[in-house]
């Protein structure tokens, strides 16, 4: 089984704190979606000579889940969104049913939208393509925090739409939160965790407002115009967000994702378990066993390349120790664990003595041949996961 990753770069605006590649050029859609529909083909033509995917002996890859994300996929017509899928099935498997008959499937598909994408009509379609899953990003309930952000949507859209899905048969929703911004108190975050508890959807996550370079939020900083929380008061915003989501019935799966019984993201989870997954578009990446490759992250030399029948990736080796090293920055993440009977012998060996102290101190336990991170150590899980990787 493998997950399938789709990147959509496209978007209306730019958020001053995102660093994912995206474009503001709509224009460009049909022939990026045209290009991703063939890459599809392509992978599935080519021999396994450079790590790249293949159907072997006419067997099909099977899929357990698919990710639409961005950028904002929603911004994408329905008729392209149906595309995608049309291709989805001609090269995976994965069936389109027509007519007003919703469609079907066991396997996860997730698209991310935004609120304001949200309508009437394009609810209904999702009712009729393999989409069974929508990943919203809300980030605040608080309308000033929002046009900070320099989101397209308010704070009451949010609720619209979550309104709008489920009266369109959508019953698996997750919505993105946001901690950590500038002058932000406690009891403002405290409000926007009620907000997304009331809307009763199925997981959550919630992230740290975070710096990366080269973003608009990242010029802000540097120029002094905003000035960012004290660790100790989002130490106190994630203890929080714990104990409202936890005693609201919400399984804490991952350092950042919380979801009702049986509504963990079968997706990102894949990421996080060792699982292959194929990403498809400008700049995305795949892991095909022991192989890691990615997309070019140019929308431009993305579609050329594929337009000439050529892949426009790179790939790395990943030999065991470099593997090990993932395995400990992913598996450690998730409530789960990292499994020790998958390890090697050395590397069992390696990682039991790196984490005797972190055990000792109560930063991690060890229970059936499993290591997770304490609840204590969540706060201080990145110096943990770096001190058991490998290093010879």
């Known amino acids: 089984m493998a997950g399938l990753y789709i990147h959509i770069p496209f978007c209306a605006s730019r958020c001053i704190y995102c660093g994912f590649y995206s474009t503001t050029r709509p224009e460009l859609r049909q022939r990026y979606v045209d290009a991703v529909c063939r890459e599809m083909e392509i992978r599935g033509e080519r021999l396994d000579v450079r790590g790249e995917w293949r159907e072997v002996r006419g067997e099909r890859i099977a899929l357990d889940t698919v990710y639409l994300g961005g950028g904002t996929p929603s911004q994408l017509t329905c008729e392209q969104l149906r595309q995608l899928f049309i291709y989805i099935n001609k090269v995976y498997g994965l069936s389109l049913t027509g007519g007003q008959a919703p469609c079907k499937t066991s396997c996860e598909v997730t698209i991310e939208m935004n ?138 799966y991952e350092i950042s994702n919380f979801a009702k019984p049986g509504y963990r993201s079968r997706h990102n989870s894949s990421y996080w378990h060792d699982v292959p997954y194929i990403g498809l578009g400008a700049a995305a990446h795949s892991y095909a066993p022991p192989y890691r490759l990615w997309n070019v992250a140019d929308i431009y030399s993305y579609m050329e390349a594929i337009e000439h029948g050529e892949l426009p990736c790179e790939r790395e080796f990943l030999d065991d120790n470099t593997h090990y090293n993932d395995r400990i920055a992913t598996a450690l993440r998730t409530s789960d664990g990292l499994d020790l009977t998958t390890l090697s012998k050395k590397h069992r060996s390696y990682c039991l003595k790196e984490a005797k102290q972190f055990i000792d101190d109560g930063l991690l336990r060890i229970d059936n041949e499993r290591i997770t991170v304490t609840r204590k150590g969540l706060f201080v899980s990145d110096f943990i996961m770096s001190s058991l990787m490998f290093v010879e």
Not at 116 to 130: C, H, I, K, N, S
Request: charge should be negative; hydrophobic fraction near 40%.
């Open 115 to 252: 609120p304001d994408d949200v309508t009437d009509e394009y609810a209904a379609v999702l009712q009729q393509l393999p989409i069974n899953r929508v990943s919203m990003g809300a980030q605040t309930f608080d309308n000033q925090r929002l046009r900070f952000l320099h989101r397209r949507h308010t704070a009451s859209q949010v609720m619209q739409a979550v309104n709008i899905l489920r009266a369109a048969g959508t019953q698996n929703i997750s919505i993105d939160l946001m901690y950590g911004f500038p002058g932000e108190t406690l009891s403002d975050w405290e409000h926007d965790i009620d907000a997304a508890l009331a809307l009763d959807v199925e997981h959550i996550s919630a992230y740290c407002l975070t710096i990366e370079e080269g973003t608009a939020l990242y010029e802000l900083m540097n120029k002094e115009k905003i000035i960012m929380n004290h660790e100790e008061l989002e130490r106190a915003m994630y203890e929080r967000l714990m104990d409202k989501l936890t005693m609201a019935g919400y399984e804490h």
